[in-house]
């Protein structure tokens, strides 16, 4: 297996722009995946294969990738995004592994 | 629409095994993969492993390998996973999540796309 490496939390007030990145060799290789997940409820995924956005998730949250390092981005932050982040990745053998997630707190 | 809607909380003592259910509607079983993944309290989410609903095949994080069982029955649209030997560290809160249509590589995943309600196991002497 392998490790995806995030910060613990970052800290924004709102209209401004978050990043939260994810570390991780396998990163090189595979698609990253983000997802959201508010306290008391399942995770929801925002971006999925480093960029793609799913019907329903606001415009503002963006993914790219750079090497073995992938970032979610949420452009101009809202009260409503202060959440727990989590980023994932497979590897060649379709094992799964998840980062140690984010705390995304809107000041 | 779809839905994954799990079985109720667990308490269960050190050694023994806990088995979870999850029944999926609004979509055919048999048609995706379905992973298990699970929090300790304060924690990460942990992926443990997943099942094709279609052929049965499986594949476990290694970390449980040696414990883990998933199974499916899909004229009940329901996926099973048995977690065996279970200890203090074990507490936390299990999900069902829907993967990638079985006829998909991996590499074409869209993630894992909805998600039961969760499972609390506690496991305690």
């Known amino acids: 297996s392998y490790d995806l490496t995030q910060p613990p939390s970052v800290s924004m007030s709102p209209g401004q722009t978050a990043r939260i990145t994810c570390s991780g060799d396998a990163l090189s290789k595979q698609f990253a995946y983000w997802y959201q997940q508010k306290p008391g409820q399942a995770p929801v995924v925002v971006i999925y294969?480093?960029?793609e956005r799913p019907s329903g998730i606001p415009e503002r949250f963006s993914g790219s990738s750079s090497g073995t390092t992938v970032t979610l981005t949420i452009s101009g932050v809202q009260a409503e995004d202060e959440a727990d982040y989590y980023c994932?990745?497979?590897?060649?053998?379709?094992?799964?592994?998840f980062g140690g997630g984010t705390k995304l707190t809107v000041l | 629409q779809v839905q994954l809607v799990q079985s109720g909380a667990e308490v269960k003592k050190p050694g023994a095994s806990v088995k979870i259910s999850c029944k999926a509607s609004?979509?055919?079983?048999?048609?995706?993969?379905l992973h298990w993944v699970r929090q300790a309290p304060g924690q990460s989410l942990e992926w443990m492993g997943w099942i094709n609903a279609g052929n049965g095949h499986t594949k476990f994080s290694q970390k449980f390998q040696d414990r883990v069982t998933i199974t499916r029955d899909t004229f009940a649209r329901t996926a099973y996973m048995e977690l065996s030997s279970l200890r203090s560290e074990d507490t936390a809160v299990y999900f069902c999540?829907?993967?990638?249509?079985?006829?998909?590589?991996?590499?074409?995943?869209?993630?894992?796309?909805?998600w039961g309600q969760g499972t609390l196991v506690t496991v305690s002497s």
């Open positions: 999540a829907r993967g990638r249509p079985i006829s998909e590589d991996y590499y074409d995943s869209r993630g894992f796309t909805e």
């Open positions: 994932q990745s497979p590897d060649s053998s379709d094992s799964w592994v």
């Open positions: 294969k480093d960029s």
């Open positions: 609004g979509y055919n079983l048999a048609d995706y993969t």
